[in-house]
């Protein structure tokens, strides 16, 4: 199942040896089907560290957290465990789309209001004539929403490899790239890119977006520009809001916009494949993540433990609330995690790929599945990936979440081979 995808980066990279294959113990029962891909993956050196965590909600609460490999390159880093530091990059997009949802069951923001209500700049938006020949641009046929924001149907791009074309151009040329992927890439981005989300939004409403607001599914910026909308719809900085209204209340301790100096024996390195070839292109130790961000990225910002990603989608499937803390109603978590996109979007780019695949929907920040999955996913589950690999989902119905942590950029079979795993234990 290819039901998410994540931001893909490049950069500069080390070489790096791949870990030496350990012969193990069998797996425990109940986990069985996810420690022989966890132990597969480790031994044939594609990850150096894996952690999948499981939780199943019923009469109690199931958690189960399968561990394999170590977090570095070097034979003698920590071992992978549930509270080891992975960089989620686009699984911070749900993050955001829940903060959102906050503020909408407030009464600050609602899903349909105009962007412009919050970003003056962005009421007299343009449209690209002809995206691939130049920057011709006409009036919008409506404006930028909310909604739009969330399910990335605004109309905006976003620097991606293969991505290209004259807007893509002035992406770079602005510094419209709010990401982070080492110090060697950060050097060259960081002095063009906004310093500020206010800043930041400002300079993207200038430009002219790809097609019409609401037309079109197309990955995008749109929950970067959702900081700056959440940021002055709550009065708060956009990172602040998220710590005090998520984070703080779901104890989620491990959660990090800048890993604390004190933190980096947990942070694993990130790796590239390259040729087949695994490289190590951000060590923790030195880690771009260890200096703070130009500005929160509500897109690809956070550094997480699966640990702390799991109580996040425990919320979520509990309706909102966890330890008798509540975060949301559970009227608005159903909102959140159905099908917003607006009626007749294009949704081809989202469903590319998904050939004996149910298609799929979007919600606030996250794909939504339209029907059951061959490999065990239920209508209505909702979750993303990141481009390092990671992947998070929650299934409401069966109360069944999941968290896959790995930090490599390159395509694998992992997301697909740990989702069928873990629907394989639950059998058991």
Known sequence: MRAWIGLGLAGIVTLA???????????????????????????????????IRTGRSGSGDTITTVSEGRIGAAPDSPKADANSLWRV?????????????????????????????????FKDTQ??????????????????????????????????????????????????????????????????????????????????????????????IGLDVLGRVIEVASGA??????????????????SFWTVPAGEVGRLADNFASLGGTRVVMDPAKTSVYLSPPSFPYGGASLVMSAADYDRFLHMLANE??????????????????????????????????????????????????LADTPDGVGKGTYGWGGAAGTIAWVDPTRKVRATVMINLFGDTKLRDDTTKAIFADLKQ
């Open 127 to 220: 449209v690209l004539v002809d995206p691939a020949k130049g920057l011709e641009s006409r009036p919008a046929k409506g404006q930028i929403t909310v909604r739009h924001l969330l399910t990335h149907t605004a109309g905006l791009g976003y620097v991606l490899p293969g991505q290209s074309g004259p807007l893509i151009n002035e992406y770079n040329r602005l510094g419209i790239n709010p990401a982070q992927v080492n110090i060697a890439l950060e050097s060259r981005t960081r002095p063009t890119r906004p310093a500020t989300l206010e800043e930041f939004a400002n300079k993207v409403a200038a430009l002219p977006l790809l097609f019409d607001p609401g037309t079109k599914w197309s990955y995008s």
């Open 17 to 51: 040896v791949p870990a030496a294959a350990q012969v193990a113990p069998p797996a425990a029962p109940g986990v069985a089907a996810q420690t022989e891909v966890a132990k597969r993956y480790v031994a044939d050196g594609t990850v150096s560290g894996i952690v």
């Open 89 to 121: 990059y686009s699984m911070t997009k749900p993050i955001t789309g829940i903060a959102a949802m906050i503020l909408i069951e407030e009464g600050k923001l609602k899903l349909d209001d105009p962007i412009s209500k919050y970003i003056p700049a």
């Open 320 to 369: 909102g609330s966890l330890d008798g803390v509540r975060i949301l109603k559970p009227e608005t978590v159903r909102i959140a995690m159905s099908n917003l996109l607006p009626p007749g979007t294009d949704t081809s780019q989202l469903n590319a790929n998904r050939a004996g695949g149910a298609p799929l929907g979007f919600g606030a920040g996250g794909s939504v599945t």
């Open 237 to 254: 900085p956009f990172d602040t809001f998220v710590n005090t209204r998520i984070f703080a209340p779901l104890k989620m301790q491990s």
